[in-house]
């Protein structure tokens, strides 16, 4: 038995995951977490890479859709390595299709 909190919406619902029994969840999008949670755990992933420019010396990004959990810490280490030379608008790819698994990083900032 596994108990999770859902974290789609503010309702934070405690689940409850046990076997094939899922219960707690107000909604349906609940028992998607929960499947997803404790079968392929993913996240969206937001921080800050480094870049060349004066006026924006460190660039907001986040990936454009949920990675697996166990990419989270070498896709931290990668963004550390990353520096952005050109100027980007909110929504560009930084970097594209981390290991290959059809996320970007984006940014979340205009670099003016
Ligand atoms: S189960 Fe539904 S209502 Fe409850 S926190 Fe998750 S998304 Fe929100």
Do not use: H, Y
Request: glycine share 4%; net charge positive.
């Amino acid at each position: 038995m596994r108990e999770l909190t859902c974290i789609v919406c503010p309702n934070s619902c405690t689940i409850t995951v046990d076997g094939d029994q899922i219960t707690g969840n107000l909604c349906n999008k609940g028992r998607d977490f929960a499947i997803s949670e404790t079968t392929n755990p993913t996240r969206t992933i937001t921080s800050t890479v480094v870049t060349t420019f004066d006026s924006c010396p460190a660039l907001s990004v986040r990936t454009d859709k949920e990675i697996a959990f166990d990419k989270i810490f070498a896709l931290i280490d990668l963004l550390k390595k990353v520096k952005v030379t050109k100027r980007v608008k909110i929504g560009d790819i930084v970097l594209a299709n981390v290991f290959n698994s059809g996320v970007n990083v984006i940014a979340t900032k205009n670099i003016e």
